[in-house]
């Protein structure tokens, strides 16, 4: 539906809280325009409230329609289109917030306004977050600069930008000492600005040409302020003119310091350490994410231009033992489901059965194109797909999940079963919604100790009939928050659990039942982030780690992940997968590698993955985690004991294997003494046998993933860390 948002002299914000009419003041005309009258005029890429935004704001002396304008980062597939019908006043402000953008800002982004027509209207590039935002000042006409503070909606803060960051008031080195700080680009001369304590008497004055630099500390020493400080005082930073721009008491000593938490822009508290000249040391700074547990190369593992850009949410359904399973992937643009198999080098669609392009979705009525943005396998080995929107009328949030049969021999897929949670969950933007989705079966949540947040007890699902055996787990962009779902047969639904995994934007979900862990991973937004949930104490999911996307891929934008089983376990790692939105470099599917933990069973019962059908080949379903038989004919049929010719077609040249064999489908020996060829323990199958890399001087053939593609080989840089749980050891 359109709204009409016009405002006079004040502000129109778009986003999850509606319409908002902020108070503000007309503007004269600038002495000189960017390109129309309407510019971008403030910019908040880190820790707004609720998250990112971009302000326009209309410095000539006519009111300007701006909907149907775009907004865009420094990708041209990041485009936010401005609702019909938002009008902003002469002077007057819009915000268009980040459930509205779609997608967040990065530490070094820009912004780009267009009309309609795609004329590039005014731009601006950063490299780093500012510490406040950054926005014109004089505002509305001069240049971007970190301002003083956030004026979201009204009149950019363009004073000096020069505050008090950290003071020593005992046992200083060589004594006492003033910290200001300046979040700008530019130097700031404060020649003339006055530091008092609590006595008026006691004042130091900037010498003529004392000038804060750029983004930099300035420390005034006891020796030049004339002065010391007690252990119960007042530090006051003033202008020239007498103005007080900042202060701050105490009553005694800080063990340390007192400091600016976050540096620069935070209320004051006791510092972890003296920083003296330097970004001050907090206790509860947020800590930089861990490194990625397992190899640091990333590479290709789909043929060059299979897709085209849109692929988003994967989902890797194993078969129960080494063999390569199904990689279900969906494209968000032309709302298609494709079934991807190993072809023994990489990815490749399905020829059989009107697979080979992908397979048309359609909501439950038949009609519509679904935003596919997430996939999952259940445990009766349906498709579960979350949508944020129907692209055929792009400009309506509808966030619905849709049930699908796999099994389905048409081209065209119509859900048998739909729905639609747009009104249980907090609005967003139309390109905002539901990004991922997860199915966990009911038994792994009984077993883990789950609590139903409806209830406040624990999650039992005879307390919900004709739900399935499991939940659906969706995540939102727009809001960073996961939710999980019981959803009935009769389109009923309850929601059971809402979780923060402390990212900006969830875009792909992956339980992954080895470890008992829901992996929620975040975009080039937050720096390929990934945050890992288990189940606490409480029965709720909580973060127990954060982590780094690995050093050898860039900052893609990937929209879906997927974790295989131990099955594919081979040398302490397994492969993972990730699905890019923007198809970089032609490549839409990029494989790397996942230490396996070091457990003797999967925690929470084991029967599903989360991906998984669950009873695969009518196996015992407690035993693997894809229901595969237990003990030596996991891995490709073999016994578990070396005998790696056991199923393979051209094991035969392997020698005389002694090592303990994994069972690779080739039937080869991982740790046997060589073949004919003189690589170390690896045969040459062909067909579906699964190509070899060495780690550390041992042949690790992994199922499904591209180890030798485009003339390199994946091959990790550093010792493998084993991991037991969510702990590392190096070995």
């Not at 009104?423 to 989705?437: C, K, R």
């Not at 002694?658 to 323990?681: K, L, Q, R, Y």
Request: hydrophobic share 30%.
């Amino acid at each position: 539906m359109s709204v009409r948002r016009s405002i006079s002299a004040g502000i129109a914000v778009a986003g999850m809280g509606g319409l908002v009419s902020l108070v503000g003041s007309a503007l004269p005309a600038p002495a000189q325009e960017p390109p129309g009258s309407v510019v971008i005029n403030e910019i908040e890429s880190s820790g707004g409230d609720p998250g990112d935004w971009v302000e326009l704001t209309n410095t000539g002396s006519d009111s300007v329609d701006v909907g149907g304008w775009l907004i865009r980062d420094e990708k041209d597939d990041h485009v936010s289109v401005i609702p019909d019908g938002t009008v902003i006043e002469a002077g007057g402000y819009y915000v268009h917030e980040r459930a509205e953008l779609g997608f967040g800002l990065g530490g070094g982004d820009m912004v780009r306004l267009y009309t309609p027509e795609e004329t590039l209207v005014d731009a601006y590039e950063w490299q780093t977050h500012a510490p406040t935002t950054y926005g014109r000042c004089p505002d509305g006409t001069g240049e971007f600069t970190a301002t003083t503070s956030v004026t979201k909606g009204e009149p950019n803060d363009c004073d000096t930008a020069v505050r008090i960051n950290e003071i020593e008031s005992s046992g200083g080195n060589p004594d006492d000492w003033v910290e200001l700080v300046n979040p700008r680009a530019e130097d700031e001369d404060i020649s003339g600005f006055v530091i008092r304590d609590d006595d008026d008497s006691h004042t130091w004055i900037a010498p003529a040409g004392t000038f804060v630099p750029a983004g930099g500390h300035l420390v005034v020493e006891k020796s030049d302020l004339g002065f010391g400080l007690g252990g119960g005082d007042a530090v006051r930073f003033f202008s020239p003119d007498g103005e007080l721009l900042d202060s701050y008491a105490w009553q005694s000593h800080a063990p340390t310091t007192y400091g600016r938490c976050p540096d620069g822009t935070g209320e004051f508290a006791t510092t972890a350490e003296p920083t003296k000249a330097a970004t001050n040391s907090c206790a509860d700074d947020p800590q930089p994410p861990a490194p990625w547990p397992g190899g640091s190369d990333v590479a290709p593992a789909d043929q060059a231009e299979t897709f085209d850009g849109d692929l988003s949410g994967l989902d890797y359904e194993p078969t129960g033992d080494a063999e390569p399973g199904v990689l279900w992937a969906v494209d968000n643009g032309r709302g298609l489901l494709h079934r991807l198999l190993w072809d023994g080098s990489v990815w490749t669609p399905d020829s059989s059965d009107g697979w080979s392009a992908g397979k048309t979705l359609r909501y439950a009525d038949g009609a519509g194109t679904p935003d596919a943005e997430g996939v999952t396998v259940t445990g009766d080995g349906s498709i579960v797909v979350g949508t944020e929107r129907d692209n055929d009328a792009g400009g309506t949030s509808n966030m619905t999940v849709l049930k699908y049969r796999a099994d389905d021999a048409q081209t065209t897929l119509t859900a048998e079963m739909e729905w639609d949670l747009t009104s249980d969950l907090p609005a967003t933007g139309a390109n905002a919604g539901i990004e991922a989705v997860e199915w966990i079966s009911d038994s792994t949540l009984v077993e883990l100790g789950f609590v139903d947040e409806s209830t406040g007890q624990p999650y039992n699902p005879q307390d919900y009939a004709g739900h399935g055996d499991g939940v659906q787990f969706i995540g939102i962009e727009g809001t960073g928050l996961v939710y999980g779902y019981v959803l009935m047969d009769d389109g009923g639904y309850q929601r059971v659990a809402e979780i923060e995994p402390g990212l900006g934007a969830v875009m792909g979900l992956d339980y992954d039942a080895d470890t008992a862990t829901l992996w929620a991973i975040c975009d080039d937004g937050c720096e390929g982030r990934s945050s890992l949930l288990q189940i606490g104490e409480d029965g709720s999911f909580v973060v127990v780690d954060q982590v780094a996307r690995p050093d050898g891929m860039a900052n893609l934008n990937n929209e879906g992940f997927t974790t295989t089983p131990v099955e594919l376990c081979v040398d302490g790692v397994r492969p993972v997968y990730w699905a890019d939105d923007g198809d970089t470099d032609g490549h839409s599917v990029r494989a790397g590698t996942l230490d396996c933990p070091d457990i003797s069973e999967p925690p929470g019962g084991g029967d599903e993955s989360g991906d998984d059908t669950g009873d695969d080949a009518g196996n015992d379903t407690g035993d693997d985690t894809g229901g595969g038989n237990d003990g030596g004919d996991d891995a490709g049929g073999g016994d578990d004991a070396g005998n790696g010719d056991e199923t393979g077609t051209d094991g035969g040249s392997d020698g005389g294997d002694a090592g303990s064999d994994s069972g690779g489908p080739d039937g080869t020996g991982d740790d046997g003494s060589g073949d004919a060829n003189g690589e170390s323990g690896t045969g040459d199958a062909s067909g579906d046998s699964l190509p070899d890399t060495g780690v550390g001087g041992a042949a690790l053939p992994i199922a499904g993933l591209a180890l030798a593609l485009i003339g390199g080989t994946l091959v990790a840089g550093d010792a493998i860390r084993r991991r037991s749980g969510l702990g590392t050891e190096s070995v």
